[in-house]
């Protein structure tokens, strides 16, 4: 059973940083693209930044470049969004998604999610 598990959410002060990490398990994936989305109450999901599992290729989006960092470490199985600056419009859940492309309209896994709360 494939589980994808966040950690590292919670409330930080406008400019702060948090790390948001995603430990994935109960399958192989190194043929993957592990993503971070985000998503507030009545609006949708935005993509936020991908890596590659096995090349270590980042993509991220125009909101968070230079601000937001993704990495990975092969040998723990998880997935890290470094976020610095954080902003209260940033107040989101946060999810890990892992798919087989960069960005997916319909990831074929998603996490759980964790609540991350800006104030201003």
């Known amino acids: 059973q494939v589980q994808l598990v966040e950690s590292g959410g919670g409330f930080v002060q406008a400019g702060g940083s948090l790390r948001l990490s995603c430990a994935a398990s109960?399958?192989?994936?190194?043929?993957?693209?592990m993503s971070w989305f985000r998503q507030t109450s009545g609006k949708e999901s935005e993509f936020l930044a991908a890596?590659?599992?096995?090349?270590?290729?980042?993509y991220y989006a125009d909101s968070v470049k230079g601000r937001f960092t993704i990495s990975r470490d092969n040998a723990k199985n998880t997935v890290y969004l470094q976020m610095y600056s954080l902003k209260p419009e940033e107040t989101a859940v946060y999810y890990c998604?892992?798919?087989?492309?960069?960005?997916?309209?319909?990831?074929?896994?998603w996490g759980q999610g964790t609540q991350v709360t800006v104030s201003s």
């Open positions: 998604v892992a798919d087989l492309a960069v960005v997916s309209t319909t990831p074929l896994y």
């Open positions: 109960g399958r192989t994936f190194s043929d993957f693209y």
């Open positions: 890596i590659g599992w096995s090349n270590g290729d980042t």
